[in-house]
């Protein structure tokens, strides 16, 4: 496939009209390649403080807007995307580099949530009681919050922006999204796609900016702003935590994962390691709910070992644009040096390679699908995430020491169980310290499911009903009749 990158949109999207201002610009590169695929606008913070300006601007009318006509504004953009899938899976490949494959689920994904806060957007209600003295109605509703500031990572450029627009546009409110520099092209072109959809000028704004510190920060410390929802690293969200206390943000944080994968004794092993394929090499293992931490019972680890080594040994690596591919680069030399120093490390520390553990020889970001067996638990791979097409696998030999191992860290957004015994999986489940937990499924995400971690893994969800009462207030009114 050829992207016509002639085509893309590569402007801010400040309320109805471009503002001429002169501005260094980002070069968007192709992982697979290194070659350049466009350039866009360098924000400024100016530029936020526009942004915003234009979002305060516009929501009044926004949140006077029958939730209904709302809905069915979103309906339009889920059927808008739908029908351009192919060109947003295309160009997710092109700038992220992922395989066709994953885009294609992706853009599916992504476009789900238009639905869902399509027919949630009329379901904001609230209650009425009486209050237990007699005294007064206890009458509760929710509000829109007003504007909020969306921040969103590189892996899943459409479906991070996607899960954080459609709810606040269903609740009423108005956004700025600052993408990630790495992939702005696909949040750009869904901006595009919601303007077609018939969202009125100045409700999504999009800044694109290299200064991310700088803009987040002004725009965070504007009086106007009153809701931050950010998807990254924990440690840029403490850092944004800190920025939103000053002005009391409502905040919502998906955060760092480092995800365990349990696998019992009694678990089918070959559904296990289809399990396991799904989650660990899902973008190529680049997802915050990728599988980091393989824990495997000591009497089925070699049987495992090798049925993994053998599929993630056959798997196809090339350009995310090349439908044969079946693991794409990673979306940076950076990230492919990290990934390769995490290894090295694992090996001094007595880990051995199964297969993998190096760089093709190819141009491009790519890393080899590696399995590592013999992980020491303290190795650093072990205890950070990875983020990477690399499985480590470890030992264990009861189920108390598999749930203590895999809650042994500050991060607690997913984790994964097999066993072949419901009850004990569930009972297993039940003890991980984890915001989703999937049992005998290698994938746990889902629109109409809360999204979200524990710990320093986040705060807050996404996606369900509960992602849309993030962007929304309750406020409660006393009276009498």
């Known amino acids: 496939m050829s992207l016509n990158s002639a085509t893309l949109p590569r402007e801010l999207v400040i309320g109805a009209h471009p503002i001429e201002r002169t501005r260094e610009s980002i070069d ?4 697979s390649t290194g070659a350049l695929i466009a350039t866009v606008p360098d924000g400024t913070v100016e530029d936020g403080l526009d942004a915003v300006g234009a979002a305060a601007a516009a929501l009044p009318a926004w949140r006077a807007t029958s939730p209904r006509e709302r809905a069915e504004i979103l309906r339009r953009c889920w059927e808008l995307m739908t029908d351009r899938a192919e060109r947003i899976a295309e160009l997710i490949s092109t700038e992220n580099g992922k395989t066709l494959a994953d885009s294609r689920a992706e853009t ?7 639905r869902w806060y399509s027919e949630e957007a009329v379901r904001a209600v609230g209650q009425l009681s009486t209050s237990p003295n007699g005294a007064n109605r206890i009458l509760v509703e929710y509000e ?3 504007v909020a500031v969306l921040v969103t990572p590189w892996n899943f450029p459409a479906a991070m ?8 546009l269903a609740a009423g409110c108005t956004v700025v999204l600052k ?3 790495e992939t702005p092209l696909t949040s750009l072109l869904i901006a595009q796609i919601c303007r077609e959809a018939g969202v009125p000028d100045g409700v999504i704004n999009v800044v694109t900016t290299s200064r991310a510190g700088q803009v987040v920060s002004a725009m965070l410390h504007d009086s106007r702003v009153r809701a931050l929802s950010f998807t990254g690293s924990t440690e840029v969200g403490r850092t944004l935590l800190r920025e939103s206390s000053d002005s009391i943000l409502k905040t919502a944080m998906e955060l760092g994962g480092n995800a365990p994968f349990l696998i019992l004794e009694d678990a089918d092993i070959d559904e296990a390691v289809t399990g396991l394929m799904i989650a660990k090499m899902r973008n190529g293992g680049q997802a915050c709910t990728a599988a980091n931490r393989i824990y495997v019972h000591r009497s089925i680890i070699n049987e495992v070992a090798g049925l993994l080594g053998q599929r993630m040994g056959t798997l196809r690596v090339g350009a995310g644009t090349n ?6 680069p990673l979306i940076n030399d950076k990230a492919v040096d990290k990934v390769e120093q995490l290894v090295d490390a694992a090996v001094a520390d007595g880990a051995s390679v199964l297969t993998g553990g190096q760089r093709p020889i190819s141009r491009g970001s790519f890393y080899s699908p590696t399995v590592l067996v013999g992980v020491d638990p303290q190795s650093a791979i072990v205890r950070e995430e990875i983020f990477g097409p690399v499985a480590s696998l470890i030992a264990f030999d009861t189920d108390d020491e598999a749930v203590a191992a895999a809650n042994s860290t500050d991060l607690g957004l997913a984790a994964y ?5 419901l009850q004990r999986a569930l009972s297993v489940a039940s003890r991980l310290e984890a915001g989703m937990v999937a049992v005998n499924r290698g994938l746990v995400s889902d629109p109409a499911a809360p999204f979200g971690g524990v710990k320093q893994s986040g705060l807050g969800r996404e ?3 509960e992602g849309l009462l993030e962007f929304m207030e309750a406020k409660y009114i006393a009276t009498n009749w």
Do not use: D, W
């Not at 968007?28 to 992982?31: A, F, M, Q, R």
């Not at 599916?108 to 238009?114: K, L, P, Q, S």
């Not at 439908?323 to 794409?328: A, I, L, M, Y």
């Open 161 to 168: 922006a996607t899960r954080k627009i459609a709810p606040a």
């Open 323 to 328: 439908e044969r591919s079946e693991c794409g």
């Open 108 to 114: 599916a994904y992504a476009a789900e949530f238009f």
């Open 28 to 31: 968007v590169l192709n992982p």
């Open 463 to 465: 996606g369900a009903h």
């Open 417 to 421: 169980v097999y066993s072949g015994n």
């Open 179 to 181: 993408p990630a520099t």
């Open 144 to 146: 829109p919050i007003g």
